[in-house]
């Protein structure tokens, strides 16, 4: 099940179900994904920044789209550049990739909670 | 013509930095400037300055170079202390005017913290972790010089705005309002916001480089748990600056933005939040002080065990009051502004996780005493440091608990009691530590051992220096004087105690006088290191050569267990008496590159550029930095093959080699 690459390190076999964590080094050619992704990652960008300034919708709606867009942009940027899918063997990365998303979200959540005191003492 | 060269000189030069210290540095800067020109050139030195140290990529050297730069920064930092003390020392006796005062006090926290506390935190990652895990480098040794010279230039730009614009004056801090435009015009503020983005981003890159390095790179045989000490601090702090920094950067950033193109994140009006910017910056502001401090409590986890001759007490729970460490410093950042007055909720929750925090650092203190009892101790001036440390740090985190008790903490806060327990615990532990890490690892960096003699010297006059310095400054804040107060009136009971403080920071001055003299006295006479273990160290940076060759390791040991070289030294094994000369393979080195010192360079003109707002300039080094970073993703010849005959050659000298 093992194959080796160009500099003789053994590539574990990838289980069924996850081959889209199968690695992508020995892959050449022209970086597609990369450019479409720079692309749509402008896009996103310019999308959510118009509709700040048109103000295009109400408030609340506005900021409920601008967080998708958002979500959208960090999805793309970890899965085409940020090397979400490669890995050699097991993708070790996913792991810290999780606690840096939970300390992220406990850090931005009690951020709002700490922020939340204008309403409590006026 | 004319008219253009006076608004250049208004703009340089504005009135306040006119003033007799002012027009001192002025001299100071120049002379030393010439001096080094001369020198230089004397005797034909520029080559080799740019060839072996401007564009060096071996870790050993950059270690060195941010020892120097540590070094020149405490010194500069601590004759701001002074500055603030003289000013202090006797009521409306005032060498310093309320301005400057502001300043000096400003420049000093900053530059304390930023360009001494981590430059000398680095220079000990580089100098010791790679031969501490047995590696022949960091995983990105291109990017090591880059975190380098960011971090040199960002403190540059730093350091001019003293003689040059005008200095910051809101506190290391820098919270707005006081860093608005509309209430602090001038270039000062924008050179801190601007210097301390460039340094971050060098530190990041730290971050990244060691704890890819220790992941990715230890010697076979040495799993996590058989790691030493300080490399797990080093893989800790590396996590917490990684994850610190962001909100540091974004707080920056934005603030760089209102005071620069006019938005309003964290002005006053206009729906501006300043508080938000109080709770990013204290994002940050608390995992830094674990990042300054782990370091030290990697360090002594390393000289207690040497200098005790005892391997570490406990440690499986060392490391686990690490990672808790870890985690619990992202918990507890509101103790910084408790008077912002978020609610009892809020502040009982972060009042508790703060006091939660002193059980894994009390089992740490616990485990160094333990580790000393019933060893055969040494009392070196490594040793000594780590000895005042514990008392010390024992008293700085007792006061820190204090503080964290809500209902006192708005009693003492901004008052000096809250200055003298920061620098309890940031003198007692990093720097105490640091300077520990200096005399103990300083024969692995530079090959001699500093004067133990005279270095006891020194150690006497910085510990008692500080305790006369601190311990009067909390009974100052008892007594209510606040802090950042540039002169009080007399009358307040205030001056008997001011005094004695001013008295014990000259002292500490005296110690670090003393400390240069040693450096410079142990490089003419200082005993030379020829064993490359003048310790009796136990961990695997001993085993080499004092300092170690560029390779580091003509093989790779193969680790089995904590205390490897000791383990090794037990069966009279050495890394020596290993080595056949057909097991010395031919190597890669990465290869020197002047990159990342121009970009370092690019970062500094367009900073310098952004804080005066002559936007060419600042368009010219933002050019500069695109060019850089393009000419570094194409450069592929980064490596230079070692043959196999020069390393043995070099461990031949060394008498390392079996015939």
Redesign the interface.
Known sequence: MSEHTSDGTELEAVEPGLEFLAPKFEVEGFPWAQVMGYVFSLLLTFAALLLVVDHAMPPILLLAVILALALGQAGLQLGVFMHLRESRGTAWQLLPLGL?FF?AF??VG??I?????KT??S | MPAFLLYLVHTLFPPDTRQPTELGADFMILVTGIGIVYILTRYKKWRWLWREWLTTVDHKRIAILYLIAAIAMLFRGGVDALMLRTNLALPNVQPIGALEYNEVFTTHGTIMIFFMAMPFIFALFNAVIPLQIGSRDVAFPRLNAMSYWLFAFGAMLFNISFVVGGSPNAGWTGYPPLTELAFNPGPGESYYFLSLLIAGIGTTITGINFLVTIIRMRAPGMTLMRMPMFAWSTLVTSALII?AFP?LTVALALSLLDRTFGSSFFTLGHGG?P??YV??FW?FGHPEVYIVILPAFGIFSEVVPTFSKKRLFGYTTMVISLVSIMFLA??TW?HHFFT????PT?NAFFGLSTMLIAIPTGVKIFNWIFTMWGGRIRITVAMLYQMAFIPTFVVGGATGIMLSVVPADYQLHNSYWVVAHFHNVLIGGTVFGLLSGLYYWWPKMFGFILNERQGKVGFWLFVIGFWVTFLPQYLLGLEGMTRRMYTYPFGFGWHELNVISTLGAFTMGAGFIALVYNILWSLRYGERDLTGDPWNGRTLEWALPSPAPEYNFARIPVVHGVDEFWAMKEQGMTLANQLRPQDVKALELPKNTGMPFMLGLSFFVGGFGMVFEWWPIAIFGGLGVVACLIYAAFDYDDKEPLPADVIRHTEGTFGRLQA
């Open positions: 840096a300390i406990a850090l009690t951020s909670w700490i922020m939340l005191f409590g003492v | 994850f909100p939040m508080m938000m709770n990013l994002l992202y918990g509101v912002m007055g978020a609610g809020v």
